[in-house]
């Protein structure tokens, strides 16, 4: 064989290494986009302006949800839509993990310690964010949570965050006219140490806490506050864009509302959205 083919053989050999490497170096399937959001989102437990109903649906936890962004804050909006999911997250709460290098370990974690509203009794008309507990004006919304708590924020000490806040975090949580339970929350992505040009996917970890570990919960005596009732499914997801389970390793702690007492959760990752390069929302 004389150089010329050896030549020629090396030179095709590496081509077919770099071409392996850059097929390797495509972007994770796995991982979503966000919806870019236009106009601010308004924290308050009224999913409208996500556009009903929700793009994705974990089918272990039973929840609905949708991550939006602008260039200011991150965007998620939780929905329970069968009353026995409720009352796990009545009675137990919500962890949000949310692990920025999108890697499935513990990173910055929101616990929603707070969310103690009563549903509204059947019948009622009008949504819960219309209702105004003691000491709320009359022209103030009532977030219904009052505190949260926090770890992992470089610049937020660990611990209980009251609701409002001076860091930037909101949170709401009500009942919608169908009696789904709807959470939102809002982070400033400065407290995240996101710039919002970020291109690598983002990990989140949403979880069911389990009632049993919940101090709110042994305060009460145990009671959820849902009367009884399976509810079941009533809504699936919606909107025509991925509408993935959690596809990093979820796990279910109560196959078909069986104890609730234990805790669930699923993984997924998304990508910050960009102007004009992703699904416009409001």
């Known amino acids: 064989m004389?150089?010329?083919?050896?030549?020629?053989?090396?030179?095709?050999?590496?081509?077919?290494?770099?071409?392996?490497?850059?097929?390797?170096?495509?972007?994770?399937?796995?991982?979503?986009?966000?919806m870019w959001m236009q106009h601010p989102v308004v924290v308050d437990g009224n999913s409208e302006e996500w556009h009903e109903p929700l793009n994705n649906f974990n089918s272990?936890?039973?929840?609905?949800?949708?991550?939006?962004?602008?260039?200011q804050n991150l965007y998620l909006v939780i929905e329970s839509l069968d009353e026995i999911t409720t009352g796990r997250l009545i009675r137990g709460g919500l962890t949000l993990n949310i692990n920025t290098a999108g890697k499935k370990k513990d990173g910055i974690k929101l616990n929603f310690l707070g969310m103690q509203q009563p549903p509204p009794p059947h019948g009622?008309?009008?949504?819960?964010?219309?209702?105004?507990?003691?000491?709320?004006?009359?022209?103030?919304?009532?977030?219904?949570?009052?505190?949260?708590?926090?770890?992992?924020?470089?610049?937020?000490?660990?611990?209980?965050?009251t609701i409002p806040n001076d860091a930037g975090i909101q949170v709401a949580a009500a009942f919608n006219q169908r009696r789904d339970y709807i959470c939102e929350l809002a982070i400033p992505l400065t407290q995240l140490n996101l710039t919002g040009k970020e291109a690598?996917?983002?990990?989140?970890?949403?979880?069911?806490?389990?009632?049993?570990?919940?101090?709110?919960?042994?305060?009460?005596?145990?009671?959820?506050?849902?009367?009884?009732?399976?509810?079941?499914?009533?809504?699936?997801?919606?909107?025509?864009?991925?509408?993935?389970?959690?596809?990093?390793?979820?796990?279910?702690?109560?196959?078909?509302?069986?104890?609730?007492?234990?805790?669930?959760?699923?993984?997924?990752?998304?990508?910050?959205?960009?102007?004009?390069?992703?699904?416009?929302?409001?």
């Open 60 to 71: 272990e936890t039973k929840l609905a949800f949708a991550l939006g962004n602008d260039e």
């Open 2 to 34: 004389n150089r010329k083919v050896l030549a020629i053989l090396f030179f095709s050999g590496l081509a077919g290494l770099s071409g392996t490497a850059a097929y390797a170096q495509k972007p994770d399937p796995d991982v979503d986009v966000n």
């Open 200 to 282: 690598k996917g983002i990990a989140y970890q949403i979880k069911i806490n389990s009632s049993a570990g919940n101090p709110e919960h042994h305060r009460q005596g145990g009671q959820g506050g849902i009367d009884g009732g399976g509810g079941g499914m009533s809504r699936g997801g919606g909107m025509g864009r991925g509408r993935r389970g959690g596809g990093m390793g979820q796990r279910g702690g109560d196959e078909g509302g069986g104890n609730s007492s234990k805790s669930s959760d699923f993984w997924i990752r998304y990508e910050l959205a960009k102007p004009g390069e992703s699904f416009k929302m409001n």
């Open 124 to 161: 009622e008309l009008k949504d819960s964010t219309m209702h105004h507990s003691e000491g709320i004006g009359e022209h103030e919304h009532d977030p219904g949570v009052r505190s949260i708590s926090v770890s992992g924020f470089k610049s937020i000490p660990d611990g209980s965050l």
